[in-house]
């Protein structure tokens, strides 16, 4: 596919999920961003805000299986990725696949399960792929898990690891919805609720040929070394205990291509990686103890990053001879 008829078509699923999904285009077109750059999302929020709405709005509009795992502290990790079971007729054990084979999961209140539970989904999001009894099931492709977690609530809850968090290519947050924005939400939802109207307008193997056109989208080594030296940046600030990992990098990398492709751009820009940092490294550092007592958080340590990295300007890293 050409990237230039990524653009459109994606703006054709903004538009279904905008049915249900109101007056918060910016937050749909990065979630897009996530799926098409084969990474997973992390959106953490107050209840009732469309989270969930959001997921399914989207596992519409592509024509994409879902399914919802609802994570709960009796969650086992056998009720996420499926279990053996032995069959008297045969004699032999059989696979019964669990809820996360799907095109889109949805980890609804992830950080309401154990640790243990949590970990079931370490290899699906890393290596599309489950092992269960020492045998390997590929998932099926694409493979996209939206977590959420409510941010304010804490009773109850398990905070995710590093390792977990790591493996989350973005975090968002929807945010209230304005007064006409509210009102439009209440008039839509009077009588029925609009996720009955979102169409499919993408199929999977469409989704999946986007995918591998934007991976084509070329990134110039100036935009890469900016993009090595904001993640360095992170590592070596005073505020961080931890700083971004080269994972980080990597998403933050698929991420530009990704928005650069469905802007309709067949190259990378500063810009991308400017406006996507603040939502691709934060949920990945550790802040030191004495910077959480200021009140110091990741996304103030990436937008300080940003202030101080030098922009490359050489061209904007448009390519200006022929493609390597």
Do not use: W
Not at 296 to 316: A, K, N
């Amino acid at each position: 596919m050409d990237i230039r008829e990524a653009g459109p078509r994606v703006r054709r699923v903004v538009e279904e999920i905008e049915r249900v999904i109101v007056g918060k285009r910016a937050v749909v077109e990065l979630a897009l961003v996530a799926f098409f750059a084969e990474g997973h999302l992390l959106i953490e929020d107050v209840p009732g805000v469309g989270k969930t709405m959001l997921a399914r709005a989207l596992a519409r509009a592509l024509d994409c299986s879902f399914k919802r795992i609802q994570f709960t502290p009796d969650l086992l990790p056998s009720d996420v990725t499926g279990t053996s079971v032995y069959s008297q007729k045969t004699g032999e054990f059989h696979f019964h696949s669990g809820p996360v084979f799907a095109n889109i999961v949805l980890a609804d209140e992830i950080n309401r399960a154990t640790p243990k539970t949590q970990s079931s989904l370490l290899e699906c999001m890393e290596e599309f792929q489950v092992s269960v009894d020492g045998v390997t099931y590929a998932l099926p492709r694409p493979f996209f898990v939206i977590a959420t977690q409510n941010n304010i609530e804490y009773q109850g809850t398990f905070p995710l690891p590093e390792a977990q968090l790591d493996r989350f290519a973005m975090r968002l947050s929807l945010g209230y919805p304005g007064p006409e924005d509210e009102a439009a939400i209440l008039s839509r939802q009077e009588r029925y609720h609009p996720i009955q109207d979102v169409q499919a307008v993408m199929g999977a193997d469409e989704a999946l040929a986007i995918r591998a056109a934007i991976r084509e989208v070329y990134v110039s080594p100036a935009i890469k070394e900016y993009i090595v030296a904001v993640v360095q940046a992170t590592r070596e600030h005073p505020s961080l205990a931890l700083g971004a990992s080269p994972r980080g990098s990597l998403d933050l990398l698929h991420a530009s291509q990704a928005l650069a492709g469905l802007r309709g751009r067949d190259y990378v820009l500063p810009d991308d990686v400017k406006l996507l940092a603040p939502y691709v490294l934060p949920h990945r550092m550790v802040v030191q103890p004495e910077a959480r007592l200021r009140r110091v958080t990741g996304e103030h340590v990436v937008r300080e990053v940003l202030r101080q990295v030098p922009v490359p300007v050489e061209g904007g890293g448009v390519p200006s001879g022929p493609r390597p």
